[in-house]
């Protein structure tokens, strides 16, 4: 394992190292490697998953795993716009703040 500290470790292996630990090795070490999908079809899925069901913790740190794992700008309003009519307009609003962030960030 890296010596660098993974994302789970630096927001919450503090208080819950072995929900940390999970993370790393069992979710993004085991299932986002399974070879049936794709990481950006997996990023594109779990976008909309966080945007459905209006889970905005996690949803800047997978727009930007999205954006490393091929998906574009275009494809991520996409998606939000696509969810406005499925998941609600609230949540397409909050997405969209939340992404503007994330492409703020992302400016070179």
């Known amino acids: ?10 927001a919450f292996g503090d208080i ?3 929900l940390a630990e999970y993370s790393d090795k069992v979710l993004f070490g085991d299932v986002w490697e399974r070879p049936e999908l794709s990481q950006r079809d997996r990023s594109l899925i779990t976008v909309s998953s966080l945007i459905s069901l209006y889970r905005t913790n996690e949803l800047a740190f997978h727009i930007r795993k999205a954006l490393e794992n ?7 309003i996409e998606v939000i716009t696509h969810l406005a009519f499925y998941s609600g307009w609230p949540t397409a609003s909050t997405a969209l703040t939340i992404t503007r962030g994330v492409f703020d960030e992302a400016k070179p």
């Open 1 to 10: 394992m890296s010596d660098t500290p993974s994302a789970a470790r630096k």
């Open 16 to 18: 819950a190292p072995a």
């Open 70 to 76: 091929g998906v574009t700008r275009e494809e991520i």
